[in-house]
């Protein structure tokens, strides 16, 4: 297994490296756009000339076919600096979905423009009363005549308002006469890609806090017709179209937090260095600053490791159950990393970790965010007992 040294994946950092020093100039404008929770297309506009949203695409539909490990590399060293953008990750989502269970049809027509940057993706799993119990969503997809009718409504969907596409899991049969007709509750699941400008779409963003620079939003669908060639996979077989997107999420999700989480130490550092209190050593001396940082390094190390472990298994197309138990490894690991990173370089900083420059206080939502999405920690245990253990099911 090969995590991270080859010229390739080195050739990804060095391009991460040039997004962060063109942008530099532009922080402070990109800092008060982060702060008035608008888009940054900046950011978006980089990383799609860069060539990183073509990286799990083949080149015959004008991606790199390098994978998803050097989608997670790349997100990790943006991250480094802290750059971030969550439809990056989401359309990334999309793309997986589309290469390992779309049609030749729909390949052609959305991959090239997806590497490109000129589409731009939203997942839309979560109902209001559907978290993370899926299988009991109520969107629902009708054919007829060559199309799908859809209705329903979905909620803390990441940048609906600004995506152009909704990566959508609607059911193409009621939950009611799978159980009636006793077939597994993962029938009848299946996965569209959505037009949002499609009529019958209504936004409305939410007054929630928690991913830098993007809106959570509820969208509603009221008879919103989607062509039958936009169904991704098979009719009420989503659900394996679903863990080749979930998976990935949550792979890059801990990426991110890898990178977040050396963005954090960094600056707790390099402020440790320089800070005196009493006489003439820096507080980087004592202690009780130096262990609590070192700590973080080593968690950071260990889950570094698990993160590019799961992109590699997505990569090589192991075992399906193995892949998620890494995904939820990586996730797991990464947000209990950035959570603890973020809390000590502030205490680190001091009051200084309060200023909002300093952006610490801005990732603490986003830090904490990571705990309960894309996966509650908790369900990530549930899963773990009960899928690798062999224990009996809890919940």
Sequence with gaps: MNFGDSQELQMVRETAEKIYKKLEGKRHEIFQKIKRNEFV????????????????????????????LSTAIAVEELAKYGIGNALFVLTVVAESCIVRNGSEELKK?????????????ALGVTEADAGTNTFRIKTHAIGKNGRYIINGEKTYITGADV????????????????AKKGLPKMFGLSVFMVDLKSKGIKITKLGT??????????????DVEVPAENLIGQEDQGVWVMFNGLNPERILAGAGAVGLSEFCLRKAVEYAKERKVFGEKPIGAYQAIQHPLADVKIRQESTRLVVYKSAWAYDM?????EIMFLANCAKYLSAELLLYAVDRAIQTLGGAGFMEDNFLIILWDSARLLKTA??????????????????????
């Design 317 to 321: 197309e192991l075992p399906p159950q």
């Design 163 to 178: 995506a152009d596409y909704i990566l959508l899991i609607a059911r193409t049969t009621p939950y009611s006469e799978v």
């Design 209 to 222: 806090r928690g991913i830098e620079g993007m809106n959570q939003c509820t969208v509603v669908f009221e």
């Design 109 to 121: 027509k959305f991959l090239p423009d997806m590497a490109s940057g000129k589409v731009k993706c």
């Design 374 to 395: 894309p996966v509650s920690n908790e369900m990530i245990l549930n899963l773990t007992a009960e899928h690798i253990l062999g224990l009996p099911r809890s919940y």
């Design 41 to 68: 297309q900046e950011i978006w506009d980089e990383i799609a000339e860069a060539g990183l949203l073509g990286a799990i695409i083949p080149p015959q539909y004008g991606g790199t076919g390098m994978g998803l």
